[in-house]
């Protein structure tokens, strides 16, 4: 059997409220306990609502906080988020939710491109900036690009260029936090190809995170939900999609907004019944 | 006659590059009982359509319309002290952010006697009074509590149901939701639609959803008005719309859709509209 590119070993994040005088410190469990493992070129979706610790845990597997306790291997190698090696850097990234936000407004895509290259790797200035023109055309951006500032682009181009910035260093794995969830319908459209363009390019494995189904519907292998801190189902797109076992997957799915032709049929005539 | 009429709408914006047309000859008219959605991406002028009708633009954007009546009484000719006692009032306008459209400074107490003070002239005990039964009228629990929170220390859902507090306070002949649900989520979401549309049908006013999202269009929409750059590519009613739609760029956005994806790739709304559709204003 393979080494999965990343299994977590009951992981749990604990954040403790500073207490005042008289007043105890609270601790609230964002994490509680999480097992999964994911094999190379799938994609797992985790899905739940704000505060349900979906982002924390992606925080913890791309090594930017450490875990309260718990054990993550990436491809095998055990990490540890305080002293993550340059090896371990460059296997794991991430995209944010918001290109508005992650991107540094001085800096020029091309130097926002390298600099992942300029820490982790010994290569020559000419080869980092071959590197990041070639990349800058497989994500559908042009060479000419490269000198231009990120307010220079639309919400789409942005995450088209955070998407390179992860890129660049070949990761085994990437986290993608909400990538989609701040863009257009038809860009959405635009970016979620891309990812499945890159993917069967380079053999990517995916921690997508999410809270439209719609979306994970599309792109998923694995559905994992999250509700408080716990994960409450763990299986297969289809199994989860067609079946959902746990009470909250099914509220998920009853919220969701429809838009079949017959469930908007059946919306008006309920209106009409209402109004006679 | 319409609730608001509004016809060859346009909105422009001086630029360094000349004058950018965000609203190009739109007409909208809504009826009392009615929900109208209008759909766009970003840019396509959907909420700076609405943001002219209330008057809410600043001065550099210049506004002209052939007909812009609300209730008969026409927008265009009347003095600023009177549009201000119809915007606000009548017309009651909620915004995507909740927790940025109240103000961090008050509690939500005394922003929604704010509103009750200068429409309706309530004071004192009768205007907490008010504000206690909105609350509970938007499905808030301890309301009483809730008017001495502050906004910080109320969620996004709560700060949403806050703003429509407010803007129904007045009983409103027509609101207006812009992007009411697009911070929030799915379940919040479908509570926040669920109020709205609840509301909407009690009281018979109008209700014009502005939004980017066809799942709220097919969840909550009677009518519905898809705008792309500043102009209308298409208006029908929301059965017919998502049946048979009629324009390429209506048709290009639904099946850019996740859940209608066919096969291993989604179309987009680019490849749709320069393959099938050279009409198409760019």
């Known amino acids: ?276 | 006659m319409s609730l608001l009429e509004i016809k060859n709408l346009t909105v422009a914006f001086d630029t360094s590059v000349g004058l950018f047309k965000a609203v190009d000859g739109i007409d909208i008219a809504v009826d009392n009982r009615e929900v109208l959605a209008i759909v766009g991406e970003s840019g396509s002028g959907k909420s700076v359509a609405m943001l002219a009708t209330m008057g809410l633009l600043p001065a550099t954007a210049r506004v002209t319309a052939d007909v812009m009546r609300f209730e008969g009484r026409d927008l265009l000719t009347m003095s600023d002290s009177e549009k201000r006692k119809i915007i606000g009032k009548d017309i009651a306008m909620i915004f995507q952010e909740p927790i940025a459209s109240l103000n961090p400074c008050f509690t939500v107490g005394f922003q929604i006697g704010e509103v009750l003070d200068k429409h309706l002239g309530l004071k004192g005990r009768a205007a907490h009074n008010r504000a206690v039964e909105l609350l509970q009228q938007v499905g808030i629990r301890d309301a009483e509590d809730k008017l001495k929170a502050f906004p910080h220390q109320m969620s996004g859902g709560q700060c949403q149901r806050v703003m429509i507090a407010m803007a129904i306070s007045c009983n409103p002949k027509l609101l207006i939701a812009d992007e009411p649900t697009t911070a929030l989520d799915v379940t919040i979401q479908k509570q926040i639609l669920d109020l709205l549309v609840g509301l909407q049908q009690q009281t018979g006013m109008g209700l014009i959803m502005i939004t980017h999202d066809m799942g709220v269009v097919a969840e909550t929409a009677d009518r519905v008005i898809v705008q792309y750059k500043g102009h209308k590519m298409e208006e029908a009613d929301v059965l017919s719309l998502f049946e048979n739609p009629q324009s390429n760029y209506t048709r290009a956005l639904l099946s850019a859709l996740p859940e209608n994806a066919v096969g291993d790739r989604l179309p987009t709304v680019s490849d749709m509209l320069f393959t099938a559709a050279p009409g198409v204003a760019q």
């Open chain 1, 1 to 276: 059997m393979t080494t999965p590119v990343l299994e977590v070993r009951n992981l749990t994040r604990d954040y403790i409220t500073s207490g005042g005088f008289l007043k105890p410190a609270k601790v609230l469990h964002a994490v509680k306990g999480v097992s999964f493992t994911l094999e190379k070129g799938k994609t797992l979706a985790v899905v739940g609502e704000s505060g349900c610790g979906k982002s924390t845990l992606a925080r913890m597997i791309t090594l930017i906080d450490e875990a309260t306790s718990g054990e993550i291997l990436i491809d095998g190698i055990k990490a540890n988020a305080a002293h993550v090696t340059r090896e371990l850097r460059q296997k794991v990234q991430i995209v944010f939710q918001n290109p508005y936000g992650s991107l540094n407004p001085r800096q020029k895509i091309g130097d926002v491109l390298c600099e992942p290259l300029l820490l982790n790797t010994k290569l020559s200035s000419a080869e980092r900036r071959e590197k990041a023109m070639a990349m800058l055309t497989k994500v559908g951006l042009q060479p000419e690009h490269y000198n231009r500032y990120p307010h220079m682009f639309s919400g789409g181009q942005r995450q088209r260029i955070a998407i390179a910035r992860a890129l660049m260093l070949n990761p085994s794995f990437l986290v993608l936090d909400e990538p989609v969830s701040a863009l257009d319908l038809s860009v959405q459209a635009q970016i979620l190809n891309l990812l499945k363009d890159l993917q069967d390019e380079f053999g990517l494995t995916y921690v997508f995170i999410s809270h439209d189904l719609s979306v994970v519907r599309y792109i998923a292998d694995e559905v994992m939900v999250m509700y408080f801190g716990d994960v409450v189902e763990h299986r297969s797109r289809d199994a989860v999609f067609s079946a959902p076992e746990h009470e909250y997957t099914r509220t998920l799915f009853a919220a969701t907004p429809q838009t079949d032709v017959e469930h908007i049929r059946a919306r008006i005539a309920r209106k009409q019944a209402a109004v006679v």
